[in-house]
């Protein structure tokens, strides 16, 4: 058969090429495929190593940190029945003996300690179920507040003192201890123990504050340079949950102190 004129004779070696160039951009198309899973996977692998086992982990630390504390235990054996008088001895009550109320008195205030010490806990009667979190000298996020539990601001007073006694915390990862923060009211007690003292401080007020706003750990929070007359508190952490972009604040002041040795507040005895 003659070709006609001006017509080209069909090149038959060039499906073959176009069929090898579609394979390599298939198996590209599959390599990038394996790699976008491969990503994903060691994305979800981080964000549950972030989300989950920091707080796993986190939690068990913490948790050991306070059954180490060499601090003696508050009373647990109330007096007997026979110790009022016309009553009739049935032996000792056990049970929580409740601290009386210190109001009026000079609290007890330790010296602030070396970075990374432990010198206090923290409960907070409205966050039901949070176990006990240990309180350490300064607020680096590395050393103490990943690996340590909640922070103290150096140079902010000591529990009990005239001034801010200012607590930082994790709202998310890490044991999240200050995870329930926003759930606190007008009113609620904070509780705090040194290895001698118990200190309940009273919910203000609360507010969300950009990151730079350091007044709110201030001696007076939010009036710095002014002297403080009253014994506060103060709880930092991050806002909104899982962004850093603002901070939530909660203010508190001292309502009374115990001695350890009296009992345990009622506020964490279920009294109130």
Request: hydrophobic share 40%.
């Amino acid at each position: 058969m003659t070709t006609p004129e001006g017509a080209r004779a069909p090149r038959h070696g060039r499906p073959a090429r176009r069929t090898s160039a579609g394979s390599v951009a298939l198996a590209g198309l599959g390599v990038v495929g394996e790699l976008l899973i491969t990503a994903g996977v060691l994305l979800l692998a981080f964000l549950v190593w972030q989300l989950w086992w920091t707080d796993v982990e986190g939690n068990r630390a913490q948790a050991e940190i306070v059954r180490n504390l060499d601090w003696a235990q508050a009373p647990t054996t109330a007096p007997s029945a026979a110790s009022t008088p016309g009553a009739t001895d049935s032996g000792p009550t056990t049970g929580p003996v409740i601290a009386p109320p210190h109001r009026g008195e000079e609290p007890p205030v330790e010296a602030e300690p070396g970075l990374r010490t432990t010198f206090a806990t923290l409960q907070v009667p409205r966050w039901d179920g949070e176990p006990e979190r240990p309180v350490s000298e300064g607020v680096d996020k590395a050393t103490v507040l990943d690996a340590l539990g909640i922070g103290h601001y150096p140079g902010t007073v000591m529990p009990g003192a005239i001034g801010n006694f200012a607590l930082a915390g994790h709202r998310t990862t890490y044991a999240k201890p200050f995870n329930r923060v926003a759930e606190l009211q007008l009113g609620d007690p904070i509780v705090i123990r040194t290895a001698s003292t118990w200190y309940v401080y009273r919910v203000t007020s609360t507010q969300i504050v950009n990151p730079q706003d350091v007044a709110v750990i201030a001696p007076v929070p939010g009036k710095p340079g002014v002297n403080p007359t009253e014994r506060s508190i103060t709880l930092t952490t991050c806002h909104p949950m899982f962004s850093a972009r603002e901070r939530f604040i909660v203010h508190g002041v001292l309502d009374y102190w115990a001695p350890v040795s009296d009992g345990v507040p009622a506020e964490i005895a279920g009294g109130a």
